[in-house]
């Protein structure tokens, strides 16, 4: 079995400097089963500040934007304007005793997912080891995002899903999504074999006990790597993005964001060349391309009218230190995604 993705230790300590990001076009190659290309994306040169970020996930408070990602209890940054970040923290002090109890010691929580629902704040979050499918998905809720907030306050609701070396999939990388009827699902997986989806109690958050099924979103043949499921729902399609192949090796780096759609969340979710993501089909949407390498761990949040991709990627101009990027999604006119260029 490949060694899953999760950043390395040295890498989430990289800071970006405050030296000018080179300018430079990224071209997304045609997918092996899909059969668009990619448009050209430029650089953006003014993103600054702490951008030493796997496995992003952005939301907007007020006039804040936030983004959660892997590292320590989950690191936050926050941005008046998605150019300028800053480190505030993370949501635990500590890794929580019931996670360390079902997968051992630890450090890192990684691959977290945050939604506004009703009033709350959900983020859900990941630990597990490197290479091992003896997993847990956790669950932390919230009522603001703000520490100034005298509310402010995460409260831990425990154990999600949980896979053990026993099950053919791994219990990590969580999303959350909805239905057409406001039913929530939970997206999943890494590496085995490969992404999958369950219900949950629309009160509890967590899985749902009248539908206990397991369903298969998407799968590689050996060496099995695709993770990081996202769902995205825009007019009559659900869309799966995805990152395959391999992160977390700085300027070595070979992941891509990939992305397939659906008619139905349970899919099946089909790339651009009608190949089923279950049978080993995708569309690449990202690539390596120059300094830029391995672009993946991505999420995507609704900014208002606009729809936009957060992803990490890897700096061959700076010993592949780690970093975010941050682009608008448009929409073909058959209804397939592309990106602009970064936001800045």
Not at 136 to 164: C, E, F, K, M, Q
Not at 167 to 196: E, T
Not at 327 to 333: A, D, E, T
């Amino acid at each position: 079995m490949m060694l899953m993705k999760r950043p390395c230790p040295q890498l989430l300590n990289v800071l970006l400097s405050s030296t000018v990001l080179l300018a430079f076009s990224l071209l997304a190659l045609l997918s092996p089963s899909g059969a668009r290309a990619a448009s050209t994306h430029a650089l953006a040169p003014n993103i600054q500040g702490d951008l030493a970020a796997h496995d992003p996930t952005l939301i907007k408070q007020g006039s804040t934007y936030y983004v959660f990602s892997t590292g320590g209890g989950i690191q936050i940054r926050t941005s008046p304007d998605l150019v300028t970040w800053t480190d505030k923290g993370t949501v635990f002090s500590s890794i929580p005793s019931w996670v360390t109890s079902a997968v051992g010691s630890i450090t890192d929580l990684w691959a977290p997912d945050i939604h506004y629902v009703n009033g709350i704040y959900y983020l859900y979050y990941a630990g597990s080891t490197f290479g091992s499918n003896n997993s847990v998905i956790g669950l932390a809720t919230n009522v603001t995002l703000d520490p100034s907030d005298s509310r402010y306050h995460w409260v831990d609701r425990g154990l999600v899903l949980r896979s053990t070396t026993s099950n053919n999939y791994n219990a990590i990388d969580p999303n959350l999504s909805f239905d057409g009827n406001d039913v929530p699902w939970l997206a999943f997986g890494s590496f085995w074999s490969g992404l999958k989806l369950r219900r949950l109690d629309a009160s509890t958050f967590k899985p749902s006990s009248s539908d206990t099924t397991i369903y298969a979103l998407a799968q590689r043949a050996s060496p099995d790597a695709i993770e990081a499921s996202y769902i995205f729902h825009h007019g009559s399609y659900y869309y799966l993005f995805a990152s395959i192949d391999n992160c977390c090796q700085g300027a070595n780096s070979t992941y891509k964001t990939v992305v397939g759609r659906s008619s139905s969340i349970t899919g099946p979710y089909m790339d651009e060349s009608g190949v089923r993501m279950d049978q080993g089909g995708y569309t690449i949407l990202l690539q390596s391309s120059g300094n830029m390498r391995g672009p993946g761990g991505e999420s995507l949040y609704q900014d208002g009218s606009r729809t936009l991709l957060i992803h990490h990627w890897y700096d061959a101009s700076a010993n592949g230190a780690v970093k975010i990027y941050i682009r608008q999604v448009n929409w073909s006119s058959n209804g397939w995604p592309t990106l602009s260029s970064p936001i800045s």
